[in-house]
């Protein structure tokens, strides 16, 4: 049960950056993707920031629980 739940966050975290990122890229390719926002790099920073936090928890669950 463990490696199942350990296999689902890793699987959560990864799909997370990937819809970040893909965030990232709309604004970059095209300033519509951002809307009402009128801060374009702020957008950014807050997507950068979200996938960082999803990393983070990548980097803990395969450091101290993943058997090596």
Known sequence: ???????????????QIAKHR???LIYMDSAVGVGEHTDILESVEKELNAMGKYQEQIDILQKYFLDK
């Open 1 to 15: 049960m463990r490696e199942v739940m350990i296999g689902a966050m890793l699987k959560h975290a990864e799909g």
């Open 22 to 24: 893909t965030n990232v």
